[in-house]
């Protein structure tokens, strides 16, 4: 199935990730909560605990730090593997998908909230049994990353379905998912190397001087 920004898929992206995204939070609340009376325990045997001790007596402090790089590392991990996911399919599709000459013979521009224009091309291609068809690119970026208007360009469908139709060209095809990619990447690295480093840091004993 070609993983594309369609209104099914986009709808399913919405409910997946915040689903996850609760999914990490909980268990983030039940197992990181550390070092309760020298052991590290869950939540459940933590209520159980309080019951019998002093109200006014002191609690260990919860190690926020460690909760938000567990959920920076839980997030940049579901951001890589929607990423594969929509490399694999958008692979998948390329590899059984027909290809076509066509041509751009204009733009459609949106205006975002921040000010900011963003063009997708509507390309006119020709299929081999010499039907010819219109369609808007789904990815979107300045002109300058564009062809000019009248610019011949190669477009991917399937013949089965012709409605599924790809501009041939990297932003439409693999630029958001490599983004995507190696945004996760960076969230989940860097979670691990400020756990890493405040690892070492707590680690270092205190100078005698």
Known sequence: MQLGLSSRKTMFLAIFIPLIWMLSVAVVVTFRIRKFRGKRVTLTKVFKQNASI????????????????????????????????????????????????GQIINFVAD?????????????????PSGNTAIFTARARADRLFWPEV?????????PLQ????????????????????????IFLAGSILIRVKTTRTKKIPPSSD
Not at 68 to 84: F, K, N, R, T
């Open 54 to 101: 002093n109200a006014h007596a002191p609690r260990p402090p919860v190690d926020a730090t460690a909760a938000i790089l567990c959920l920076l590392g839980a997030m940049g991990g579901i951001y890589m593997l929607i990423s594969v996911w929509q490399l694999v399919s958008t692979a998948s599709f390329v590899h059984t998908a027909t290809r076509a000459p």
């Open 111 to 127: 205006f975002s909230a921040k000010g900011v224009y963003s063009y997708s091309p509507r390309v006119r291609y020709q299929s």
């Open 150 to 158: 009248g610019s011949p360009v190669w477009v991917l469908y399937d």
């Open 162 to 185: 012709p409605n599924r139709v790809r501009l041939d060209y990297f932003i439409e095809l693999w630029a958001f998912p490599i983004f995507l990619f190696v945004l996760g990447g």
